[in-house]
Structure formats: structure tokens, C-alpha cells
Nanobody, 115 residues
Framework: QVQLVESGGGLGQPGGSLRLSCAVS????????VGWYRQAPGKEREFIAD???????TYADSVKGRFTISRDNAKNTVYLQMSSLKVEDTAVYYC?????????WGRGTQVTVSS
């Protein structure tokens, strides 16, 4: 069973930046894609971004141009650089690893954007 461990959440200011990390317990190339989702209070979990085994990157429209996903293959780690933060980015952010339709999840890290 793969383990995904998120870190880097916390309090950010509107217009500011935060970087999240996701350490994957096995080779990230074992998965079709690794990425990030988030869930705000009272809302459903939503897709944010992922990077597939071939390096193709996909972003949700809500974060395009503000968030950047990247990976360190040697460290089996995926990052989410979040810039130009908005109050509506407040949510629990989850790391996700997918093989076909099977998803594995981390426990999540809280991101709060507030002045």
C-alpha cells in the first residue's frame, strides 16, 4: 500500500505564496499520474493539478497561472507551488496517486489564506 505524506501547509496571506510537498513511498513512475486535490469546508473534493508519467501537466482553471506542479524523480516527491493566493484557496490539500481508476490519498494538509 503506497503512502503519501503531505507537508508545507499553514497560513498564507492573500497575494502570498506557499509550497506543498508530497513524499511518495514508492517510485512515482509506478503511477499513471500524481497530483493534488483540495476540499474546502462544505464543498466536495476538487482536482487541482497533476503530472502524468510522461510529464504532461494538467491544471484546474481555478489555479491555472497561479499554481505550479513539479516533481523530483530521485526523491519520489511532488510539489505544488502556490502563488497569488486567494482567500478561496483555503482548504485541506490532498496528494493523490492514480493507477487507472484506482486512487491513493494522503491524509491532507491544511492551507488557510487570510489577512
Amino acid at each position: 500500500q503506497v503512502q503519501l505524506v503531505e507537508s508545507g501547509g499553514g497560513l498564507g496571506q492573500p497575494g502570498g505564496s506557499l509550497r506543498l510537498s508530497c513524499a511518495v513511498s514508492e517510485n512515482i513512475f509506478n503511477f499513471n499520474a500524481v497530483g493534488w486535490y483540495r476540499q474546502a469546508p462544505g464543498k466536495e473534493r476538487e482536482f487541482i493539478a497533476d503530472i502524468n508519467v510522461g510529464g504532461k501537466i494538467t491544471y484546474a482553471d481555478s489555479v491555472k497561472g497561479r499554481f505550479t506542479i513539479s516533481r523530483d524523480n530521485a526523491k519520489n516527491t511532488v510539489y505544488l507551488q502556490m502563488s497569488s493566493l486567494k482567500v478561496e484557496d483555503t482548504a485541506v490539500y490532498y496528494c493523490n496517486a492514480r493507477i487507472l481508476s484506482r486512487h491513493s490519498w494522503g491524509r491532507g494538509t491544511q492551507v488557510t489564506v487570510s489577512s
